[in-house]
T-cell receptor, first 113, second 116 residues
Framework: SQQGEEDPQALSIQEGENATMNCSYK?????LQWYRQNSGRGLVHLIL?????REKHSGRLRVTLDTSKKSSSLLITASRAADTASYFC?????????????FGAGTRLFVKA | AAGVIQSPRHLIKEKRETATLKCYPI?????VYWYQQGPGQDPQFLIS???????DKGSIPDRFSAQQFSDYHSELNMSSLELGDSALYFC???????????????FGEGSWLTVV
């Protein structure tokens, strides 16, 4: 398996419910970022959490990071139909001479109105 | 605010043809990344450039090449196209200084390449 494995691969919920997506990674990271992608569109940056942080909030988003378990979770509260999209976690890791961003497989979220 | 500009947005080519994708990063961004995203797949890193020099290389086929020019725009050249090259190609940019502390990578809308 590759860096940035996410689960579930697909999630279908009702509007108003909370959605939780998880991401696991294998190597040490500098930071972890969550992105959103509407079908066929570019990725939009949602939130970044640094390796020395454990939790971060942004609006209806809450991200946690557990470096001991090499995992992160993205919680979207009070979901809306407009939240329907794919969500990717991306880890930034040290690479010889620079840094590399590695994307996971993504979770497809479908919020039913 | 200015974003990452990619062109063309859509491109249809036949097998064995050549295609060139262009990317114009956000002003003052010195790093450009190219990603390939096949249907239903996650973005795969191809190659990146920092200050016009290749800084990292991912799963870019030998048939592909890329460069960053003096004005920081980048071009991805794809030759001997195969059906499997059909994908959405993203360009992204960032400021390299402080990337470890979390400078965000900004993505363009992507270029759809269809090889028939």
């Amino acid at each position: 398996s590759q860096q940035g494995e996410e689960d579930p691969q697909a999630l279908s919920i009702q509007e108003g419910e909370n959605a939780t997506m998880n991401c696991s990674y294998k190597t040490s990271i500098n930071n972890l970022q969550w992105y959103r992608q509407n079908s066929g569109r570019g990725l939009v940056h949602l939130i970044l959490i640094r390796s020395n942080e454990r939790e971060k909030h942004s609006g209806r988003l809450r991200v946690t990071l557990d470096t001991s378990k090499k995992s992160s979770s993205l919680l979207i509260t009070a979901s809306r139909a407009a939240d329907t999209a794919s969500y990717f976690c991306a880890t930034v890791v040290d690479n010889t001479g620079g840094f590399k961003t590695i994307f996971g497989a993504g979770t497809r979220l479908f919020v039913k109105a | 605010a200015a974003g990452v500009i990619q062109s063309p947005r859509h491109l249809i080519k036949e097998k064995r043809e050549t295609a060139t994708l262009k990317c114009y990063p956000i002003p003052r961004h010195d790093t450009v990344y190219w990603y390939q995203q096949g249907p239903g797949q996650d973005p795969q890193f191809l190659i990146s450039f920092y200050e016009k020099m290749q800084s990292d290389k991912g799963s870019i086929p030998d048939r592909f090449s890329a460069q960053q020019f003096s004005d920081y725009h980048s071009e991805l050249n794809m030759s001997s196209l195969e059906l499997g090259d059909s994908a959405l190609y993203f360009c992204a940019s960032s400021q390299a200084v402080g990337i470890a502390s979390g400078n965000t990578i900004y993505f363009g809308e992507g270029s759809w390449l269809t090889v028939v």
